[in-house]
């Protein structure tokens, strides 16, 4: 590490950003161990790292009339026991399954979506939810979907200048998430599939339905053929619709946790399970 800079303003922040290409630090809960393995394998670790967590103003979640901002310091911890209305009951849940108490304690929101990491459990739930991402440089702001904003593996959109800022979150009426998760232990786990789902209802019947599927692609996600069907239903009726043919955006591949085919099948039986839940 080249250099370690802890400013105390998002003005400062940005300055450095653009001046240096430092590497933003929230929670430190990826950087951390990152750096460790490479500095055990023998790699230096030479970019320098931009501490964000004198910077007010980045964390806290605030309610308007659009909608909710998420700073993008928000650890995992404050989402989990914000009282935040049923619409986010997938991503809170969520929020209790990264990693243990200590990383949950530490990670934040816009950490775990800048990894970019398939197996990142809030990236489906923020999906499902229609997030935009708030992204700051000296020069200008500009929001982007979070769909937008997760390009490939490990990949985004974010520019060398900017820092994630926030997460919107507009209104839906009369909806309700939920999320499921597979892995090879209940806590301390990578994913092998999960499913996030936000379903808005009108009435006793579906009026939208938004489904998303991590750790089964490079990046998670959204189900359209599935959600198009979804519509109409009544919610004892939900988890029966997903069939084999709505998991066609899905490419997953076998790796260490689980085979392609044991994925595919997985998310399939996730999805069913999902929606059965929306009747309790």
């Known amino acids: 590490m080249t250099a370690y800079?802890?400013?105390r303003s998002l003005?400062?922040?940005?300055?450095i950003r653009a001046e240096t290409g430092a590497l933003p630090l929230a929670g430190g809960t990826d950087i951390h161990p990152l750096r460790t393995a490479r500095a055990a394998w023998g790699e230096p670790w030479t970019m320098p790292v931009l501490d964000l967590s004198?910077?007010?103003?980045?964390?806290?979640?605030?309610?308007?009339?659009?909608?909710?901002?998420?700073?993008?310091?928000?650890?995992?911890?404050?989402?989990a026991e914000a009282a935040l209305p049923p619409l986010f009951d997938g991503l809170r849940a969520a929020a209790r399954e990264v990693?243990?108490?200590?990383?949950?304690?530490?990670?934040?929101?816009?950490?775990?979506?800048?990894?970019?990491?398939?197996a990142g459990d809030g990236i489906p739930n923020l999906l499902a939810l229609e997030a935009e991402v708030e992204l700051a440089s000296r020069d200008a702001t500009r929001r982007l979907p979070v769909a937008e904003f997760v390009t490939g593996y490990r990949a985004t959109a974010l520019a060398p200048e900017e820092i994630v800022t926030a997460l919107h979150v507009p209104r839906l009426d009369h909806a309700r998430g939920r999320f499921e998760k597979l892995g090879a232990r209940r806590y301390l786990v990578?994913?092998?599939?999960?499913?996030a789902a936000v379903i808005a209802m009108e009435g006793d019947r579906v009026a939208e339905a938004r489904i998303a599927i991590g750790a089964c692609s490079p990046v998670?996600?959204?189900?359209?053929?599935?959600?198009?069907?979804?519509?109409?239903?009544?919610?004892?009726e939900m988890a029966s619709v997903p069939q084999p043919a709505h998991l066609t955006p899905l490419a997953p591949i076998d790796d260490i946790r689980a085979t392609a085919a044991y994925r595919t099948d997985a998310a399939l039986v996730l999805l069913r399970d999902l929606l059965a839940g929306f009747t309790a």
Do not use: Y
Request: charged share 20%.
């Open 190 to 195: 990578i994913s092998i599939a999960m499913a």
């Open 11 to 15: 003005d400062e922040a940005l300055a």
């Open 99 to 118: 990693g243990g108490r200590q990383v949950q304690n530490r990670g934040t929101i816009a950490g775990n979506l800048v990894t970019a990491s398939p």
């Open 54 to 79: 004198a910077v007010p103003g980045l964390d806290g979640i605030e309610e308007d009339a659009t909608g909710w901002r998420i700073g993008a310091r928000t650890s995992w911890t404050a989402i």
């Open 220 to 236: 998670a996600r959204r189900l359209p053929a599935l959600e198009a069907a979804l519509v109409g239903q009544h919610p004892s």
């Open 5 to 7: 800079h802890r400013p």
